[in-house]
């Protein structure tokens, strides 16, 4: 079975831009949750999608935002860039919620000049 | 609110001896309990859980991990580490009693370093 996949892996912008992010999760699977990785912040939860609604939802300002699709794909979006949304950005996506294990994306590595 | 702590930002230890990776946590009721390891330029992989039962877990690659709920604490543990062990180690809980679905929370992380 595939695992959990992430495109773009790479992605340079500039400040003010604003850039998505896709998260296909493992087949089956229904609950998609984001998570933002900096060397100083560590793992910071964003938002966790289950049956395109949004579940939980971190403490980061407006500009994040997310979407889960009927076929359980999710996209997050940050708008008007700022240099400290430079970062790993992880999607995990489970069977359901509660106790499941997640499993993590590979990650997209954002990089706002 | 759930949390976790992780004291050791890294642990150092020689090839072939016992590794241990320290974790506490605290939430309102039993925890759903997590280990998840970091390679560089990776994502986390799933290295065991503990949800209910023995407090023993085994999990992935040798690891084990007990859960001490008198100490609120959940330590990875493995007889003999590996290089290839090397990487960064992430515990994580989840309070399955507030709101229904709390969300997972990560600790800091834990550089483990194997040295040959």
């Known amino acids: 079975k595939a695992g959990v996949t992430q495109t773009p892996r790479y992605l340079i912008k500039t400040r003010g831009q604003q850039v998505t992010l896709s998260c296909s999760p493992i087949?089956?699977?229904?609950?998609v949750s984001w998570y933002q990785q900096t060397p100083g912040q560590g793992l910071q939860f964003l938002f966790e999608?289950?049956?395109?609604?949004?579940?939980n939802k971190g403490n980061f300002p407006g500009r994040f935002s997310g979407r889960q699709f009927s076929n359980s794909r999710s996209e997050m979006n940050v708008s008007t860039l700022e240099l400290g949304d430079s970062a790993l950005y992880l999607c995990?996506?489970?069977?359901?919620?509660?106790?499941?294990?997640?499993?993590f994306g590979p990650g997209t590595r954002l990089l706002v000049l | 609110a759930q949390s976790v702590a992780q004291p050791e930002d890294q642990v150092n230890v020689a090839e072939g001896n016992p590794l241990t990776v320290k974790c506490t946590y605290s939430?309102?009721?039993?925890?759903?309990l997590f280990w998840y390891v970091q390679y560089p330029n990776r994502g986390l992989q799933f290295l065991l859980k503990?949800?209910?039962?023995?407090?023993l877990v085994k999990g992935s690659y040798g690891f084990e991990a007990e859960f001490n709920k008198s100490q609120t604490s959940f330590h990875l543990k493995k007889p003999s580490a590996l290089v290839s062990d090397s990487a960064l180690y992430f515990c994580?809980?989840?309070?399955?009693?507030?709101?229904?679905?709390?969300?997972?929370?990560f600790g800091t992380g834990t550089k483990l370093q194997v040295i040959p």
């Open positions: 087949s089956g699977h229904r609950s």
């Open positions: 994580a809980v989840r309070d399955p009693y507030s709101g229904g679905y709390q969300k997972v929370t």
């Open positions: 995990a996506s489970s069977l359901e919620r509660g106790p499941e294990t997640q499993y």
């Open positions: 503990y949800i209910t039962g023995d407090n």
């Open positions: 939430v309102s009721g039993n925890p759903y």
């Open positions: 999608y289950f049956s395109e609604t949004q579940r």
